[in-house]
């Protein structure tokens, strides 16, 4: 994109693509590449910054991620990030050793306030802290402006060469002033002006939506959820009756969602498109039938997904594209972002199969972050109630169905989750926690009902807070709204003797179960 750019260094961290949105939270576009990736191309891009993310490895190792020397040299502003902090001591002279302490979450750091990153930050400020070694000697040059009780190099910077380095996690919101401390980077030592905004995003993928397609025709996955429902409405204004939507119901759907979907996006919606509804359930259920590991589940649900939607195209007549509602998180997940981890596959990254029937797959939305898409949307036009949906994933159901999918299980978690909605709504709820669901677990257990002996599943449930859904923190449902919860399922779906509720938060844990 022919703007301000700030380039991103991923070394593997749990936190990289989360960097990321926290730059763009600034206004300023920001993308991210593996460490892998060479000088020059990083030198052709002229960036205005570059940020070291953090990473599992100890930069001391002779195998661990590294980068040239020259990168420091450029004179362009770096801010190295925990492992990119030790990583750029160690490369510039200073020393890097396991820590006599180990740090690990909120933690009281005292900083220096002449410092540029520290402008208007308190001198003592909550900052979150996770690492196993630490810079011991700060490289020639640097100067400490930040430490802790167990930590004397939590920041130093070389302002002659514009290198910065904190030891902390500035990213995440457990560090209260975590975002001013990035916009001082960004905006002040950068000197970036802040051009990246939803409306020119819209403008210029509009652009290069009609560029790439040309007079080809465009097929879109439309689930009815918040990215497919932004991604229909940006296609239809990019290239109109090009475009046909397809809505596969395949049976692990939330309770009369197939018909809400159909409501709305149908032929007595709102929408001026071509929509065909494809009730696939059984198919879907006899793919899965004995099937109980999570990712041969999502591979499973994204063959089909793909198959289906062959079908439908030979139906239609030549397609040239399909249109998929990917964004950010679902390319974290799926190890396909920088150097991260393989968490999850998703049924539209990494859950397609090798061989796909369209010439090309377009999606418009992949960099984006949940949250920015919601901010496309209303700039497309878009109904609030379609914008601020609760997030709902493309496997659905067959991810929060610990074990086998069967029909009966299926029916088990949608009227559970349905009772869960309705009380959540019913007390004023719905815009507190950021998502909420039942899931079914593959747990049974023996109960007591009606003075008989039961032996039936365990319903948990599930609600979040959270900005970006990269973290995410258990909410605090009141004891009794769960109550309710509780009573209604247990007394109204059949199978269901017990209900859990879910206080982990991300990480450790996923907001989805699978």
């Not at 759907?253 to 071509?274: C, P």
Request: hydrophobic share 40%; with cysteine.
């Amino acid at each position: 994109m022919d703007q301000e750019k700030v380039i991103v260094i991923d070394f593997g961290g749990q936190y990289n693509q989360l960097v990321a949105r926290r730059v763009r939270e600034c206004n300023v576009y920001c993308e991210i590449y593996s460490y892998r990736t060479d000088i020059e191309q990083i030198k052709a891009m002229n960036p205005k910054g570059i940020i070291l993310t953090g990473g599992p490895n100890s930069c001391y190792e002779e195998d661990s991620p590294t980068y040239t020397k020259e990168l420091f040299e450029l004179g362009v502003p770096v801010l190295g990030l925990c492992y990119g902090a030790q990583l750029m001591n160690h490369i510039l002279g200073g020393k890097v050793e396991k820590a006599p302490v180990r740090e690990y979450g909120k933690t009281e750091v005292f900083v220096d306030k002449n410092s540029p990153l520290f402008s208007d930050v308190a001198e003592s400020t909550i900052c979150w802290m996770s690492h196993f070694d630490y810079i011991s000697k700060a490289a020639p040059g640097f100067h400490i402006t930040a430490h802790t009780a167990d930590c004397p190099v939590a920041a130093a910077e070389d302002t002659s060469r514009n290198l910065y380095a904190i030891q902390f996690h500035p990213e995440v919101l457990h560090t209260v002033e975590g975002s001013k401390m990035l916009y001082n980077f960004v905006r002040g030592v950068c000197g970036c002006t802040g051009t990246w905004r939803m409306d020119s995003f819209v403008e210029n993928a509009i652009t290069e939506i009609r560029e790439k397609v040309g007079d080809g025709k465009v097929l879109l996955a439309l689930s009815g959820g918040v990215d497919s429902s932004v991604l229909a409405a940006l296609l239809a204004k990019a290239i109109g009756k090009q475009l046909t939507c397809v809505f596969v119901d395949h049976g692990l759907l939330r309770k009369n969602e197939g018909d809400e979907v159909e409501s709305v996006f149908g032929k007595d919606g709102s929408f001026d498109i071509n929509f065909v509804r494809v009730n696939a359930q059984e198919r879907y259920y006899a793919k899965l039938a004995g099937v109980t590991e999570p990712e041969q589940k999502r591979k499973i649900i994204g063959e089909e997904f793909i198959r289906v939607f062959e079908e439908e195209a030979k139906k239609i007549g030549a397609v040239d594209f399909l249109a998929q509602g990917t964004i950010y998180p679902d390319v974290v997940e799926s190890g396909l972002g920088g150097e991260s981890a393989v968490i999850k596959s998703h049924h539209n990254v990494g859950g397609l199969p090798d061989y796909v029937d369209f010439k090309e797959i377009i999606e418009p939305l992949r960099n984006l972050f949940k949250d920015e898409v919601r901010k496309v949307g209303l700039e497309l036009g878009l109904p609030e109630y379609l914008v601020f949906r609760q997030p709902f994933p493309g496997p659905g159901l067959g991810i929060r169905i610990i074990g086998e999918i069967t029909a009966e299980k299926v029916r088990i978690v949608q009227d559970a989750d349905a009772i869960y909605r309705e009380e959540i709504a019913g007390a004023g709820l719905e815009k507190i926690p950021d998502q909420y669901f039942a899931a079914l677990t593959n747990m049974r257990s023996v109960g007591v009902m009606g003075d008989e002996r039961t032996y039936d599943y365990a319903i948990a449930l599930r609600a979040v807070d959270t900005v970006d859904f990269m973290t995410a923190t258990a909410s605090n449902i009141p004891f009794d709204v769960l109550q309710r919860v509780m009573s209604r399922i247990i007394n109204e779906v059949k199978g269901v003797n017990r209900c859990f509720y879910d206080i982990t938060s991300k990480p450790p844990g996923t907001v989805e179960f699978e």
